[in-house]
């Protein structure tokens, strides 16, 4: 009876934080908005992933002296949001654009420069591609390897979240395209695409820590899509591109073979020129 009893409450708990995250990520929740727009106003970046607290210059002072700097545990969020994850553990599906930024051909590089210069590299490719996120509303979900994984919950983002992450991937190609150690642009492919994700936490080996990811096949259809573009390219899905550019036909069109895909995945595609 007391095992039924801690199941119907643990299922309970689970069923209002799954109603949470659902209002954070679908919809949005007034009070972290309201926190997000006013650490965005401040500077400077490393941010807090969730709500934009900054952890350096004027702002991230002014943070600390608040007592929001980065959390001992997990530094990539504020204390605060540090310790709301791991109160409130869970998730919720939620239809939202997604966005896969990878270099091409930096393990080759890696081998001809040194360790200190290619770490510079590095830094100011995931500098360029998170603020290319910022700028239009999105966020830094996960760094893997060389690749940069960003999101656009319409919680965060709005309801033209498709057409936000489509701007994000043509600053990254065209406006704001890092550059390579001789100055050249960086050989990047970028995926987009919009679909229903699980966005939610995971807890780590280290301490219970907790941490935001997703998952889903929407996920892993927009990375095979910036593995498969060529350097200087971004495809695009037709659900990201029908959402976010309705009535744009400048870009061009293609019909890919996708590992895992029975059938053929229409793309749009932007190339750097």
């Known amino acids: 009876m007391a095992d039924a009893d801690q199941n119907g409450a643990q299922q309970s708990a689970q069923s209002n934080n799954e109603e949470l995250w659902q209002t954070i990520f679908a919809v949005g929740h007034p009070q972290l908005r309201a926190f997000q ?31 929001k700097g980065p959390a001992n545990r997990n530094p990539r969020y504020c204390s605060a949001c540090d310790k709301f994850l791991r109160a409130f553990p869970g998730g919720a599906e939620v239809e939202m654009s997604i966005i896969f930024v990878d270099i091409r051909g930096s393990v080759p590089l890696a081998a001809r420069m040194q360790p200190a210069e290619f770490s510079r590299y590095m830094a100011d490719f995931f500098r360029a591609a998170t603020q290319a996120l910022i700028d239009t509303d999105g966020f830094v979900i996960d760094f893997r390897g060389d690749c940069v994984v960003g999101v656009y919950p319409p919680g965060f983002s709005g309801a033209d979240h498709a057409s936000k992450a489509v701007e994000a991937a043509r600053r990254l190609l065209l406006d704001r395209a890092p550059k390579a150690p001789d100055g050249t642009p960086l050989p990047i ?18 301490g219970g820590i907790q941490d935001l990811t ?10 095979r899509l910036s593995q498969m573009a060529a350097p200087g390219e971004a495809l695009i899905s037709d659900a990201a591109w029908r959402s976010g550019m309705p009535g744009d036909g400048g870009a061009e069109e293609r019909v890919i073979q996708v590992s895992g895909k029975t059938e053929p995945v229409p793309v749009h595609v932007l190339k750097l020129v």
């Open 189 to 206: 492919g970028v995926g987009v695409h919009t679909g229903l994700v699980y966005i939610g936490t995971v807890s780590g080996a280290e």
């Open 37 to 67: 727009n006013f650490h965005l106003k401040l500077p400077s970046p490393p941010r807090c992933r969730m709500c934009y607290a900054p952890f350096k210059g004027v702002g991230g002072l002014y943070m600390k002296f608040r007592g």
């Open 214 to 223: 997703i998952l889903g096949d929407n996920v892993n259809l927009a990375a």
